[in-house]
């Protein structure tokens, strides 16, 4: 199913809010596993719903024909919880190359007033024999002079989404 790139384009790039800044966070990780183990768990719904602690979750709706939901264009889901509800549709997926996931108008962390996810891709690339890097970019609005404290946030936040990413994939690899 492909996504309506008209649908999609607002929500990703429309207008900043009154009193709001973009932010962007770009990282990368380099992974020793084949980008195709680092696509596979990255792209597995089980890696998102499995172990999240409560009261936190991630929700994938099942697509309009039945099926269930996962990383494919046209899916919705949510990530919600306390202080936090980024709910958005899959965007364009290339396998194992390329992820996109647009988020809702309404999607916040702390509050509609601090900020406001817009959009998160995910990189998949070849690094050499056995390797991969992983590269991540978040686009936010957030309310000006908050930038600063968003970025720092999120980076320590991101850093430990890139620990547990070598574990879990190293333990994996292991098992193979």
């Given at each position: 199913m492909d996504v309506d790139p008209n649908l999609t384009v607002p929500l990703a790039s429309g207008a900043t809010p009154p009193g709001f800044r973009p932010h962007a966070l770009e990282l990368a990780w380099?992974?020793?596993?084949?980008?195709?183990?680092?696509?596979?768990?990255?792209?597995?719904p089980r890696t998102f719903t499995r172990g999240q602690l409560p009261p936190f979750r991630v929700e994938f709706l099942p697509m309009p024909d039945g099926r269930p939901g996962g990383f494919e264009p046209g899916c919705l889901n949510a990530h919600h919880g306390p202080l936090?509800?980024?709910?958005?549709v899959i965007g364009e997926v290339r396998a194992p190359e390329y992820r996109d996931l647009i988020y809702g108008y309404g999607s916040y962390a702390l509050s509609m007033r601090v900020a406001r996810p817009r959009r998160l891709?995910?990189?998949?690339?070849?690094?050499?024999?056995?390797?991969?890097?992983?590269?991540m970019?978040?686009?936010?609005?957030?309310?000006?002079?908050?930038?600063?404290?968003?970025?720092?946030?999120?980076?320590?936040?991101?850093?430990n989404f890139g620990l547990s990413a070598r574990l879990i994939l190293a333990l994996r690899a292991r098992r193979t």
């Open positions: 380099n992974l020793g596993v084949p980008r195709e183990v680092v696509w596979a768990w990255l792209n597995d936090m509800s980024f709910h958005g891709q995910f990189w998949f690339e070849e690094a050499g024999p056995g390797r991969s890097t992983l590269r970019r978040l686009d936010t609005d957030v309310r000006r002079g908050l930038g600063s404290l968003w970025g720092g946030v999120n980076r320590f936040f991101w850093w």
